[in-house]
């Protein structure tokens, strides 16, 4: 068996009065990420840690934030395209390890709603999406609430 990691990092800007999407849900909060996209940066991370195991390129490389066909899209449809493109190449996603850096608002209270929307994306089960969620403790562009950032290791198996 073969067996591969790769690691992914996303950051967008917050702006106020925007949807904020997250882990394919939206959140309540008075600030969203901005983006050409829905700028769900945890989606973004995990398309790039998957592409980056499968060595595949990125996610700007598939769905480049200069074409218009990807201006406002559901990251969703994202990851299911990357899910079916490892599978294509033969592999299988073993599980997914995501860490959120965000101040406000809280994370925690919505990360079982999120495993309930990325699981079935990735053709894995709940138990194998991790995400975990810590703030910047005020330090910086995350800290001052100018932005959100979101890493993601991910293992990918072929036989």
């Known amino acids: 068996m073969k067996i591969r990691v790769g690691m992914g990092f996303d950051v967008h800007e917050l702006e106020e009065g925007r949807d904020f999407w997250l882990g394919g849900i939206k959140l309540p909060a008075s600030k969203g990420a901005v983006g050409h996209s829905d700028a769900d940066v945890l989606i973004h991370a995990i398309c790039d840690a998957l592409l980056g195991a499968a060595n595949l390129r990125d996610i700007g490389f598939h769905f480049a934030n200069t074409d ?9 449809f994202f990851l299911k395209e990357v899910t079916n493109m490892l599978h294509e190449k ?5 599980n997914v390890d995501c860490t959120i850096c965000l101040e406000r608002p809280k994370v925690n209270p919505h990360i079982d709603e999120m495993k309930k929307v990325l699981a079935p994306l990735m053709n894995i089960s709940e138990d194998d999406v991790s995400i975990k969620a810590t703030t910047n403790e005020k330090l910086g562009y995350v800290g001052r609430e100018e932005g959100v950032n979101a890493s993601a290791v991910a293992l990918i198996t072929k036989e």
């Open 68 to 76: 218009n066909r990807w201006k406002g899209m559901d990251s969703k």
């Open 90 to 94: 033969g592999w299988r996603i073993g």
